[in-house]
C-alpha cells in the first residue's frame, strides 16, 4: 500500500497595495458623498459632513474644512465655513478673516489645485504659512469646487507632517472635489430657495399691517401713497427697526387712540 499526503492549497491573505487602500478609501468618499440628500441637512451640517468625508479620501489628511464662496450686492466674498476639527477652524479663521491670504483664497481666484509640503517657509503666502507652521501644520491642499461656468467654493486639507500630499493625493482629492461641487452647489441653491420663501412668507404676513400704517399717514397729512410709504420708511431707518414694527407700532397707537376716544375715562 502506498501511502500518500494529500496537500491542501491554502491562499495567503494579500494586503492591500497603498494605492488600493486609498483607492478604497476615495470609493467610500465618494459613496458617503453620494448618500448625501439636499434638505435633510442644513447648509452648514452638510459642509461639515463634506469635510469630513474628505478627510477619509485623501490620504494624509489630519483635517479638512470647506468654503462656499459667494458674491453680495457689494461685490464682497462671504465664506461659509466648516471644519472637520477644531485645528482647521482655526487655521481657517487666520486664513479668511485676520489675513485674507491663504491657500483656498488661491484655490479659488486661480481656479486650480493648491498645495504645499512646508507651510512654514512657503514663500506663496509669507504671512499665512509661518503662523500656522508655528501651530505645527506643515501640508496643506486646497481643492476649488469647481462648475463649469464658476466657482462654488474650496476644500481644504492640513495634515501636521511635512510632504504630506503628493501628486497622488492631489489627483485622488480632485476626484473627490468634483462630485463635492455639485452636492455643495445644490444645497446652497435649496437653502437660497428656502431663506427666499421664508422672506416671502414674512412679506406676506406683514404687508396688510405695512397696508394699515400708510392708510392712517394719508389720513394724518393727505399725503399721496408713495409718499406715506416713504415717510414710513424714512421712519424705519431714523429708529433702527424693522418696516413692519414701525408700522404695527402705528397701527396699534391708532387703535389705543380709537379705544380712549371711544371709552373715555
Known sequence: MTGFTEGVESTPD????????????????LGDLAGLVAGSLGLQELLAEVATFA?????????????????????NMIEALAASAPFVKEIDHIQYVTLQEGPCITAALERRTVRSGSLGGEKMW???????????????????????????????????SKDVFDEHAAELG?????????????????AQAMALATQLQTALSTRPVIDQAI???????????????????????????????????????????????????
Request: glycine share 8%; hydrophobic share 45%; aromatic share 2%.
Open 14 to 29: 494579500v494586503a492591500l497595495t497603498s494605492e488600493q487602500a486609498d483607492a478604497a478609501d476615495l470609493r467610500e468618499g
Open 55 to 75: 478627510v477619509r479620501a485623501i490620504p494624509g489628511a489630519d483635517g479638512a474644512g470647506v468654503t462656499l464662496l459667494q458674491i453680495d450686492r457689494t461685490d
Open 126 to 160: 509669507p504671512r499665512f504659512g509661518p503662523r500656522v507652521g508655528r501651530m505645527g501644520v506643515h501640508s496643506a491642499l486646497s481643492l476649488p469646487l469647481l462648475l463649469p461656468n464658476q466657482v462654488v467654493g474650496a476644500i481644504n486639507v492640513y495634515a501636521h
Open 174 to 190: 480632485e476626484l473627490f472635489a468634483k462630485p463635492a461641487a455639485v452636492a455643495v452647489h445644490n444645497a446652497h441653491v435649496l
Open 215 to 265: 392708510g392712517l399717514l394719508r389720513g394724518r397729512t393727505g399725503r399721496s401713497a408713495e409718499d406715506a410709504f416713504a415717510q414710513l420708511r424714512a421712519m424705519s431707518q431714523s429708529e433702527h427697526r424693522k418696516l413692519s414694527d414701525v408700522a404695527q407700532r402705528i397701527v396699534d397707537e391708532a387703535v389705543r387712540r380709537a379705544r380712549a376716544r371711544h371709552n373715555p375715562t
